[in-house]
């Protein structure tokens, strides 16, 4: 059973910077496609960044230059660093694990991220 936990979330001032972190447990994530996405209230789940277990990255329009996916499989972890944050950034993050060729993926429970003055 996987397991993931975020950590690293809170409350921001614009133009701040705040790094979430993702530990898996239960398995292994060397091969798994790891993803950030975010909820804000009263909208859809989106994809933030995502990266494959060989290191390529993808990054939603709204997020390209100010965030950063970066994974250690030996730790387990992949991280989200978030700079020149946005109050339109702010929504619950989610991390998200998903094997090639499986059926289904993991989530984490979510934390919460706010830019605000």
């Known amino acids: 059973q996987v397991q993931l936990v975020e950590s690293g979330g809170g409350l921001v001032q614009p133009g701040g910077s705040l790094r979430l972190s993702c530990a898996a447990s239960?398995?292994?994530?060397?091969?798994?496609?790891m993803s950030w996405y975010r909820q804000a209230p009263g909208k859809q789940r989106d994809l933030v960044a995502r990266?494959?277990?060989?290191?390529?990255?993808t990054y939603a329009d709204s997020v390209k230059g100010r965030f950063t996916i970066s994974r250690e499989n030996a730790k387990n972890t992949v991280d989200l660093q978030m700079n020149s944050l946005k109050p339109e950034d702010t929504a619950v993050y989610y991390c998200?694990?998903?094997?090639?060729?499986?059926?289904?993926?993991?989530w984490g429970q979510g934390i919460q991220v706010t830019v605000s003055s």
């Open positions: 990266i494959t277990g060989g290191g390529l990255t």
């Open positions: 239960g398995s292994a994530i060397g091969f798994a496609v």
């Open positions: 998200n694990l998903k094997y090639p060729g499986a059926r289904s993926d993991y």
